[in-house]
């Protein structure tokens, strides 16, 4: 099985700054990653799909790159709404398709 | 719209038996793939299950082959979960879900979540 990892778990940075969060795979998964964002007491939302493809109606300083094992999400302007734990997961056409632990990002 | 609204979740002692149900509406139900993915208290999501538009492809996590099954009834649009010898590693909330986009394997439409609590 493909396993995910992340990386800062955790992050605080001040509103308007940018911040890159990374998820790799154990194994190349070519552009079969996705990207959540779940705020506390909510259900996960789909950000991105297929490595860089920003889902509608997500806000465009959200964008998403990489190919392979090494992934990232990047906030370009961080805003106070954006608080909320990260997701990546894997979503190859072989299951299990596997969420990674995640990296909870605060505002300072 | 899409909607896909959980229910059947509820305290259940270890060893025992549960079935959730995912009630679909605002989508052609039996055109798509559906799946089961948890998420336990203060842990991060976690696959459960697939089965496919037509009931003819399943897949399990290793975690819960063997003890739970995954069903769907395309004239009433429900999906189910059959959930035995429950254990306490089994508490979390149950999402149905599914990607809109056909055969692909990301989420883009959750339920709102059953709550399955396994203890004695």
């Known amino acids: 099985d493909i396993q995910m990892t992340q990386s800062p778990s955790s992050l605080s940075a001040a509103v308007g700054g940018r911040i890159t969060l990374t998820c790799r795979a154990s194994q190349d998964i070519s552009d079969y990653l996705a990207w959540y964002q779940q705020k506390p007491g909510k259900v996960p939302k789909l950000l991105i799909y297929a490595a860089s493809t920003l889902q509608s109606g997500v806000p465009f300083r959200f964008s998403g790159s990489g190919f392979g094992t090494n992934f990232t999400l990047t906030i370009s302007s961080l805003q106070p709404e954006d608080v909320a734990t990260y997701y990546c997961q894997e979503c190859d056409s072989v299951p299990p398709f596997t969420f990674g632990p995640g990296t909870r990002v605060d505002v300072k | 719209q899409v909607q896909l609204v959980e229910s059947g979740g509820v305290v259940v002692q270890p060893g025992r038996s549960l079935r959730l149900s995912c009630a679909a509406s605002g989508f052609t139900f039996r055109a798509y793939g559906m799946h089961w993915v948890r998420q336990a208290p203060d842990k991060g999501p976690e696959w459960v299950a697939f089965?496919?538009?037509?009931?003819?492809?399943?897949h399990y996590a290793d975690s819960v082959k063997g003890r739970f099954t995954i069903s769907r009834d395309n004239s009433k649009n429900i999906l189910y979960l059959q959930m035995n010898s429950l254990s306490a590693e089994d508490t979390a909330v149950y999402y149905c879900a599914y990607c809109s986009a056909g055969s692909c394997y990301y989420f883009d439409f959750w339920g709102q979540g059953t709550l399955v609590t396994v203890s004695s």
């Open positions: 089965m496919s538009y037509d009931g003819t492809k399943k």
